[in-house]
């Protein structure tokens, strides 16, 4: 059984410690390609979504928690040398303010995704608007708030991966594929199924 790689710095959290499924096919990908991050524990509820779809796409990922206000130096450390060991797509998730994912920008070349966790303020308006309005020259992909966010995060990093790795590719077909099949099984909502 394979572990998500882990983070030596303080802001480990057992979510650094998630195991790919029991069974899950191997995947020849040498090491993470997908960083997953979040500014605080508590987002995990919401970014376990992401990799649990990651995991249905057997995309090596690795998760960390590193906050933009609390832990900068880690932050930009952590950006700053994502692109060396080998990660090509971030996902960041942060609420309120939600700096993660432009800070994260603008310390590294890779694409970086963001999700807007629901807060308790706004319900995570504040979150959306701060990630989507991002000035122009330092771009964030912005995905929905909350768990749509955070599956689809998973979903448009492997779209940006399958460009290079061909079984990144057919594993994103295969998920849409489901998809369709589960639809059209029941496309007439009376009927019990």
């Keep these: 059984m394979r572990k998500a790689a882990r983070s030596n710095s303080r802001g480990n959290v057992k979510a650094a410690r998630l195991s790919h499924r029991e069974g899950a096919p191997r ?9 997953v991050i979040m500014g605080s524990k508590s987002d995990w509820e ?6 649990e779809t990651l995991e249905k796409l057997d995309i090596p990922f690795e998760v960390r928690v590193v906050s933009a206000h609390r832990t900068p130096d880690q932050l930009f450390e952590y950006a700053g040398s994502a692109e060396q060991r080998g990660l090509e797509v971030i996902i960041a998730a942060a609420g309120g303010a939600a700096h993660l994912p432009g800070v994260t920008a603008a310390k590294t070349a890779l694409p970086v995704l963001g999700v807007p966790m629901e807060s308790q303020a706004l319900k995570g308006l504040d979150s959306l608007l701060s990630m989507v309005q991002m000035p122009a020259g330092v771009p964030v992909g912005t995905l929905a708030i909350g768990r749509a966010g955070a599956v689809n ?8 991966l399958a460009n290079k790795y061909p ?11 489901v998809q369709a099949e589960a639809v059209l099984a029941q496309h007439d909502p009376r009927k019990a199924g």
């Design 167 to 177: 079984k990144v590719r057919e594993a994103l077909c295969r998920y849409r594929k």
């Design 153 to 160: 995060a998973a979903l448009f990093a492997a779209a940006i």
């Design 46 to 51: 919401t970014m376990a979504h992401t990799a």
């Design 27 to 35: 995947t020849p990908l040498p090491h993470p390609l997908v960083g």
